[in-house]
């Protein structure tokens, strides 16, 4: 097993957490979730049932649950074309999203979205945004009309390493600082751009927290594969930005197990770089964590067979859904509900 | 009534809608304290506060994201890019962002919100200040587009625009800033999608946007002189189209012209011939003429700009050729 200092994630942790076991359960449970769907996700694509692309977070599972279990229910998330564990995590059934992937009529848009454009408003997702870096800009503004209306809600947006090196993650992260906005910026640092090394491409070791001192900003750096440790980081953001403190960045260090997207094998990736960070699978070390605690192993297993059950049940009600009625394409463009640009 | 200039108009307009609803607030580059670079935004500050009339760095991205994320949250925002050539560096978010997110999330998600923004040429700014880019906007589903040429017009659509539901442009041009007109008192609230005749002749019809409206009452007055008598109509709204008010007008003269201040090609103008030609071909006496600057980057000097745009006498020479 790789230490952290082997993989260069922070030597101790950032943050001192003491985490309640039924809050690490649930953590488990929401890991599996997000792991034994995009892995059912991944199957169907390969029987061309999903189709066009889909951004799998196998690995990353740990940042999503973390922040699933620590976000109030009328917080926000923003999350990239790799949402899927994003949404699922903020308590979305697995049925809707499924079906959106296979692109039916009972899908969380009805077939319009898309793996990329996940949104369910009323679990406070509010959308998956496909252009690198804009998305920041637009949690600024949730976050803004929190401070304007006086709620205390807290936007938290989830981007990866390459959108640090966009123009739009420094105007956000200037203007965020300048307003105190409390919106929470969390980089998924899993070490590639796309198919290139984030450190070839860029000037600082930490893409993130590097640049966050540039606006003012405390650099917070987070074993990402460490849900417990994720926890207490999301816990103690939320916190802070809730209490009209500003904004906070994590950089959450993790690897992605895939490649950038579903046609890549990720060939390019070193197998000596692989497999100590497959070794960190934060699903594999999460349970051995809980079954070193004491949790019986007949307890997580019961969850697996929980999880798997949903995602059968959602994969079987997705492919029998209708696909979707083709008054869909000119609805919604406008308002009132059509598309019509003329009197 | 009260005589205002369209850049006072701009202020009362913004002014009217924060006064009547907590939701709408206001944004953009030296707006506040400034009073905006054309002065069109003085006293709001002062009026309203920083909170709801807020001075941004000189990020286009920042100001047009935190827009959509408070229109999406409950607010009603009013964005200004100061100039329209700026749309460009922040095209993903009017385009690929604020355009398209009610469709893709299936009606889940609104966005009330106005993008205002500085258009057009005549100022000598040079290629990169100039342009009018309505035609950008109008060829994005998702985006409504409207480009007052009046301080009456000003006032009543941007009221129009804030209260929609839907993301709206708002080209102001920047030539007609100084330009004054008799605004009614109290409250004004116009309707979207609405062209309006400003004047009305039998023998050919010519429709105008923003900057070309006076240009083209100017030259139906000139045409008068020489025995055409022309309807010009003040397009407004290019999304919405009012394409019963123009085909009406088109079919009582038979003859058709445009005058439009961007470069010919995608020109609105022939958005709007295809759909007179579709609709009343039989009612045409001939085919239907577009001017337009040429399609090139504007340039600056007096003499070249001038001759660029479309000038009173340009109108009036196209429009005695074909009618002779």
Redesign the interface.
């Known amino acids: 097993m790789p230490t952290p200092t082997d993989l260069g994630l922070p030597e101790t942790p950032a943050f001192r957490h003491e985490v309640d076991a039924e809050t690490e359960l649930e953590l488990y449970r929401s890991m599996e979730r997000l792991r034994r769907f995009e892995k059912r996700a991944y199957d169907l694509f390969l029987q061309s049932l999903v189709k066009g692309t889909s951004h799998l977070s196998l690995g990353q599972e740990a940042i999503a649950a973390a922040f699933g279990a620590s976000m109030r229910p009328d917080d926000?998330t923003f999350a990239t074309y790799r949402g899927h564990a994003h949404t699922l995590a903020r308590g979305v059934a697995m049925e809707p999203i499924m079906a959106e992937l296979l692109g039916r009529s009972t899908g969380?848009?009805?077939g319009?979205?898309g793996s990329m454009?996940l949104?369910?408003?009323e679990h406070g997702v509010?959308?998956s945004?496909a252009?690198i870096?804009?998305?920041?800009?637009?949690?600024?503004?949730?976050?803004?009309?929190?401070k304007?209306?006086g709620t205390d809600q807290v936007?938290v947006c989830f981007f990866g390493d390459g959108t640090t090196n966009i123009?739009?993650f420094h105007?956000?992260l200037?203007?965020a600082a300048?307003?105190k906005l409390p919106v929470v910026f969390v980089c998924e640092n899993n070490q590639w751009m796309e198919y290139t090394p984030i450190g070839s491409v860029t000037a600082v070791p930490r893409p993130a927290a590097d640049r966050a001192a540039a606006y003012g900003l405390e650099p917070v750096v987070v074993d990402g594969n460490d849900a417990t440790a994720m926890y207490a980081a999301a816990r103690d953001a939320l916190r802070h930005a809730r209490s009209g403190h500003g904004p906070v960045l994590i950089e959450a260090l993790t690897y992605r197990h895939g490649g950038h997207s579903r046609a890549d094998p990720a060939k390019y990736r070193p197998a000596e770089e692989v497999e100590p960070w497959l070794l960190r699978d934060p699903l594999v070390t999460y349970r051995a964590h809980l079954l070193r605690k004491g949790v019986e192993e007949g307890v997580l297993k019961g969850i697996d067979e929980d999880v798997l059950r949903e995602v059968d049940d959602a994969t079987e009600a997705a492919r029998n859904a209708p696909e979707p009625d083709l008054t869909?394409i000119e609805?919604?463009?406008?308002?009132?509900?059509s598309?019509?640009?003329?009197? | 009534m009260t005589l205002m200039t369209y850049r006072d108009a701009v202020a009362r307009g913004i002014a009217q809608e924060l006064e009547r609803d907590d939701r709408v607030?206001f944004l953009g580059e030296d707006v506040g304290a400034a009073g905006g670079v054309f002065k069109a935004t003085g006293g709001l500050l002062e009026r309203f506060g920083p909170?709801?009339v807020?001075d941004?760095?000189i990020?286009e991205?920042?100001i047009?994201?935190?827009?959509?994320?408070?229109?999406?949250?409950?607010?009603r925002?009013i964005a200004e890019i100061m100039f329209s050539d700026f749309l460009a560096v922040c095209w993903?978010?009017v385009a690929?962002?604020i355009a398209k997110?009610?469709?893709?999330?299936?009606?889940?998600?609104?966005l009330?919100l106005v993008i205002r923004t500085g258009n057009g040429g005549g100022l000598r700014f040079g290629a990169q200040h100039s342009q009018s880019l309505e035609n950008w906007a109008m060829a994005v589903?998702?985006l409504k587009v409207v480009a007052p040429s009046t301080p009456e017009d000003v006032v009543g659509l941007l009221a129009a625009a804030v209260r929609d539901?839907?993301p709206v442009m708002f080209f102001e041009h920047k030539g007609l800033y100084p330009t004054k007109g008799e605004v009614p008192d109290g409250e004004i609230v116009d309707t979207l999608?609405t062209a309006k005749v400003r004047r009305r002749g039998t023998d050919c019809t010519i429709l105008a946007l923003a900057a070309m409206v006076p240009r083209a009452l100017k030259a139906a007055d000139a045409l008068a002189a020489a025995g055409v008598n022309a309807t010009v109509v003040d397009v407004r709204s290019l999304?919405?189209?009012?394409?019963?008010t123009i085909l009406d007008a088109v079919a009582r003269t038979g003859q058709l012209f445009t005058v439009e201040e961007n470069p010919r090609l995608c020109g609105w103008g022939a958005e709007i011939v295809s759909?007179v030609v579709e609709e009343i071909w039989d009612d045409l006496d001939g085919p239907p003429i577009r001017i337009t600057t040429p399609h090139v980057p504007l340039p600056s000097s007096d003499t070249l700009e001038d001759a660029t745009i479309p000038s009173v006498t340009r109108i009036v020479d196209t429009v005695r050729k074909v009618m002779e």
């Open positions: 926000w969380l848009m009805a319009k979205g454009h949104t369910s408003v509010m959308g945004y252009i870096g804009a998305h920041l800009t637009i949690a600024n503004g949730a976050a803004w009309s929190a304007l209306r936007a123009g739009a105007e956000a200037n203007l300048t307003w869909l609805r919604d463009v406008w308002a009132d509900g598309s019509a640009w003329r009197n | 607030v909170l709801r807020a941004t760095p990020s991205q920042a047009l994201g935190a827009a959509m994320g408070a229109a999406m949250t409950g607010l925002p993903d978010l690929n962002e997110t009610r469709y893709m999330t299936n009606g889940q998600i609104s009330p589903p998702g539901p839907d999608g999304v919405p189209l009012d394409t019963a759909v």
